[in-house]
């Protein structure tokens, strides 16, 4: 027998969705607890996400799957605030990723000339299209029944959307980086995700990914929304933050800065001179930059053998690596960075530090690899 795991399936009726909206915040205050929660209360949760065969009484019911990212945002409120901040007008088409029952798409549709909603799950879709059209906003409304990370977008002037959150990073990187014009995009996403992408240099939360998205985009907390404004209820708070792409940007090879940073913040907290001091980080330059013709020796003459930390003193055997490190040492000495952690530094100064290794014919990149930007994102 299957070992379930607690409430990751939910089951709403469907009638009971569509009147939430209205309900959840009168009953919630009024009983002083969350209301609904035996309800999502899962006994045949088959561990994948997904549940076994429905029985009778089961029919109408509509499951809710976190593998999915499946809290409905359900309180008016939020949904009119994130509807007014993101600035939509009447002439304006609006993206909006994971539409779920429609919550949010009503309010949109309300004031937006169309909406184009990219849903995975074709369950949602029909609920959707049914609320939709009782409503009269069918003609204003496109459903595209795809996943968002594979499906090319349609021309769109802005994006107003909450997400599933398991897909925030590379849904964002695909947005930033992915050619598209848009005005803004008006995202709801985890309040932690949200503030590492609000991060500064020097923050503990920044990172690589608000690395890469600034170099690009401007990035605005608008505000924090309650974990009780959802149904079922999450673990975690989200904000609302709002994505300005930059009329200018700076003439990199993005491949090249994308694989920079994630050398510099494989470990955040380490010092540079640390990171670039990693036997197995020197000979995987080396061997990028075709310094030498002995790359398989390189790989061969263990980089794995030995732990990352390991400052010993290297054999060069021939393989050039130890000049190299040395050459590696010295860029980063003269910048002045050698000591310094990259969470500290400004975009300016990791694109000085990347053009005086570029300079030295050190490169980051293997240009014979595809660029998987999904992939490349997954972990930020
Ligand atoms: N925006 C709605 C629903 C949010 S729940 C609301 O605020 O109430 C997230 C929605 O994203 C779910 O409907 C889920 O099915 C959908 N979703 C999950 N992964 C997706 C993906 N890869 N592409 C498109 N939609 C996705």
């Known amino acids: 027998m299957l070992q379930c795991p607690k409430s990751s399936v939910n089951r709403l009726s469907v009638h009971h969705l569509l009147q939430l909206s209205a309900q959840f915040h009168q009953v919630r205050a009024k009983s002083g607890r969350p209301p609904f929660k035996n309800r999502y209360d899962n006994k045949d949760d088959n561990g994948d996400g997904y549940t076994r065969k429905r029985n009778e009484n089961q029919e109408d019911r509509l499951q809710l799957y976190k593998s999915r990212g499946q809290h409905l945002l359900t309180n008016p409120r939020i949904l009119d605030s994130i509807v007014r901040s993101s600035g939509v007008g009447p002439g304006e088409t609006v993206l909006e990723i994971g539409p779920g029952t429609g919550n949010l798409t009503l309010k949109l549709l309300e004031v937006a000339k169309k909406v184009i909603a990219v849903e995975v799950d074709k369950r949602m879709v029909e609920v959707l299209n049914k609320r939709v059209s009782e ?18 977008f349609p021309d769109f002037d802005l994006v107003v959307a909450n997400i599933p959150y398991g897909i925030s990073s590379p849904l964002i990187a695909k947005l930033v980086f992915g050619g598209y014009q848009f005005r803004n995009a008006t995202l709801l996403l985890q309040k932690e995700f949200a503030n590492r992408l609000l991060a500064n240099p020097g923050d503990s939360e920044f990172n690589r990914l608000a690395v890469n998205v600034k170099l690009v985009a401007e990035i605005d907390h608008i505000m924090n929304v309650s974990k009780r404004d959802f149904v079922p209820i999450p673990k975690v708070d989200s904000s609302v933050v709002k994505i300005r792409l930059r009329s200018e940007v700076p003439n990199l090879d993005l491949n090249e800065w994308w694989a920079f940073t994630k050398t510099c913040f494989g470990k955040k907290n380490k010092t540079l001179g640390a990171t670039f001091r ?17 790359d398989e020796n390189i790989e061969k003459h263990d980089s794995c053998n030995r732990s990352d930390d390991e400052e010993d003193e290297w054999e060069d055997s021939g393989t050039g690596v130890k000049s190299f490190k040395e050459k590696v040492v010295g860029i980063l000495r003269n910048a002045g960075l050698e000591d310094k952690r990259p969470s500290k530094l400004s975009n300016e100064e990791l694109m000085h530090l990347l053009s005086l290794f570029n300079e030295a014919g050190i490169c980051f990149h293997d240009e014979s690899r595809p660029v998987d930007i999904n992939a490349s994102f997954a972990a930020s």
């Open 135 to 152: 409503r009269g906003f069918g003609d204003k409304l496109t459903i595209i029944c795809e996943d968002a990370l594979k499906t090319d």
């Open 278 to 294: 990693q036997k197995k980080k020197v000979a995987e330059l080396l061997n990028l930059s075709k310094l030498t013709s002995l």
